[in-house]
């Protein structure tokens, strides 16, 4: 008995010290293998932890239920619209009807006023160059904005370049246009109007009802990019006396390289053709319709206009939420453009005394841009700041926040506590702030040139 | 009418929330479990039957495109890791 319970002992002690040694080894065989996790975890990382996407602006993921009806004419149904003679044809041109109608009725248009393009920039492209080269007998004079989209502003110089004559509208400090101005500027040579609905930079939503009836009453066509706006807040193009209206698909949840031209029938609205060909496309846009893009296309439409009102609360709701908490936790915070006429989605901040990149780079596990994509690869502030009049180092330090129908508050609250910290963390290495904190006015500094 | 019962809705309401769940992407899974919750909520005290039927047949319409998803999304991480293991070799 005695010699089991010793030697039971014994088998325990040196089961101890075994496991001890055993538990060293495997300790070292640990740590070993814990390195290797952290070297994988690391790889992994770069492929599984993708940051928040907060940039709602620049493109949007497509919805499920749109991916859904793109499928079976990616797949199955890949005939050409555009050929009268076979099923597949048929099959694909109903697709592609059911996808005007769809679109049509977003905006309150009739389907044969509704062309396919690639893009709102082609649609745009399309527009202005078409109008403005179909009527250069009796009218040469085009208005736009300076807050307009790259393509526009471009479409518009290359005009110049033809020998129009382009005025480029200056808007107020919140991002408006003034009606008295645009009122003034336009004469009887005056051929188009062109101002987008909702910028994509800052957020501002101009008068567009107002701006519909003032074109009206003098007989000038009135072409806007609503680009941003389409789906998100409602639409009537015969409310808004718009003549053109450019829609794009990666905008509303649709796939990329699809969008649409609104163009009116009564009173018609004649454009020459940027693209010439087979005659399709009431032969405003020649070439074959990307039946799966346009099917996609007129399934987000759709799903824009029962989903309006739900998305529209939700994104206020969020919206307000980032603003108040960033704006109770940090001072010197300005928003970019007026607080009232806006998409509530788009959010442009400027934060005093920290430099945009460096607080883009800081917030590296949140998607957001400083300024539009189009012109990101550039160092100069946007031209849309700019021209609402923002002080150079305020333009520098602005940052677009982007909120859509997927965004969370989790994202939201993580977004703003993560920006409150870093723009902390960056002011407390600035000497800028150090001398605000003084009570310097900085503005009162003569800098030395070296 | 046996299919718009009560226990019907609540089954239906139950599949789609389970279904859901399986989205791998973060912002679809959220947003898919967020509409069909809200959505059920609004449309609580509809009355009319034929609406009651239009929005089943929209339920069950969802309830098909949420499986038809996931195989695709299976399928997509599938060829991730099939890369991630290209790269290892």
Not at chain 1, 190 to 207: A, D, F, R
Not at chain 1, 292 to 312: N, R, S
Request: hydrophobic content about 35%; overall charge positive.
């Amino acid at each position: 008995m005695m010699n089991r319970i010793i030697s039971s002992k014994l088998v325990d002690s040196m089961c101890v010290i075994s496991s001890r040694r055993l538990s060293f080894a495997q300790s070292a065989v640990n740590t070993v293998q814990k390195q290797k996790e952290l070297i994988k975890s690391r790889e992994l990382e770069k492929d599984e932890l993708r940051p928040l996407y907060m940039d709602f602006q620049a493109t949007t993921p497509m919805d499920p239920r749109v991916l859904d009806a793109m499928l079976p004419y990616q797949v199955n149904y890949y005939g050409n619209p555009h050929s009268r003679t076979h099923a597949y044809g048929w099959e694909s041109e109903t697709a592609m009807e059911k996808a005007r109608k769809q679109v049509a009725d977003l905006i309150g248009a009739d389907p044969r006023e509704i062309v396919f393009t690639s893009g709102a920039t082609e649609s745009n492209n399309m527009s202005i160059k078409g109008v403005a080269r179909f009527y250069k007998a009796k009218k040469n004079h085009i208005i736009t904005t300076q807050t307009e989209h790259k393509c526009v502003l471009d479409s518009c110089r290359i005009l110049e370049a033809e020998g129009f004559e382009v005025t480029y509208l200056p808007v107020k400090n919140n991002g408006l246009i003034d009606l008295k101005q645009l009122q003034e500027r336009i004469s009887p040579h005056t051929s188009l109007v062109s101002i987008m609905t909702v910028n994509n930079e800052i957020g501002v939503k101009q008068p567009i009802e107002e701006i519909g009836h003032l074109c009206r009453s003098k007989n000038v066509f009135f072409h806007t990019d609503a680009a941003q706006a389409v789906g998100k807040i409602p639409i009537n193009v015969n409310d808004w006396k718009v003549d053109l209206m450019s829609i794009s698909g990666h905008k509303i949840y649709g796939p990329k390289g699809v969008g649409a031209l609104y163009v009116r029938r009564r009173p018609r609205v004649r454009i020459e053709p940027l693209q010439n060909g087979g005659g399709q496309e009431r032969g405003l846009r020649s070439g074959t319709v990307p039946t799966p893009l346009v099917v996609g296309f007129g399934a987000a439409c759709e799903i824009a206009q029962q989903e309006l009102e739900y998305d529209h609360k939700r994104v206020t709701v969020l919206a307000n939420r980032l603003v108040q908490k960033i704006m109770s936790e940090i001072p010197d915070v300005v928003m970019n453009g007026d607080p009232e006429q806006r998409y509530p989605g788009c959010i442009n901040l400027s934060f005093a005394y920290v430099e945009g990149e460096s607080l883009l780079m800081a917030l590296k596990d949140v998607a957001l841009s400083s300024g539009s994509a189009c012109t990101s690869a550039s160092l100069e502030p946007s031209y849309v700041l700019r021209a609402i009049g923002a002080d150079e180092d305020l333009a520098h330090s602005s940052i677009r926040f982007g909120i859509g129908r997927f965004t969370t508050e989790e994202e939201v609250d993580y977004t703003v506590e993560k920006c409150i910290q870093q723009v902390k963390r960056l002011r407390e290495m600035s000497p800028l702030w150090e001398m605000v904190q003084e009570g310097i006015d900085l503005k009162s500094i003569k800098w030395t040139q070296h | 009418m046996a299919a718009s019962s009560r226990e019907h809705v609540l089954s239906l309401y139950r599949l789609l929330l389970k279904e859901s769940k399986k989205f791998p992407s973060y912002n679809y899974r959220t947003y898919a479990l967020r509409r069909v919750r809200d959505a059920f909520r609004e449309n609580r005290t509809v009355e009319d039957p034929k609406d009651v039927e239009e929005l089943l047949r929209r339920a069950r319409d969802s309830l098909a495109l949420i499986q038809r998803q996931k195989v695709m999304e299976k399928h997509d991480t599938q060829f991730t890791s099939a890369i991630l293991l290209q790269r290892c070799r």
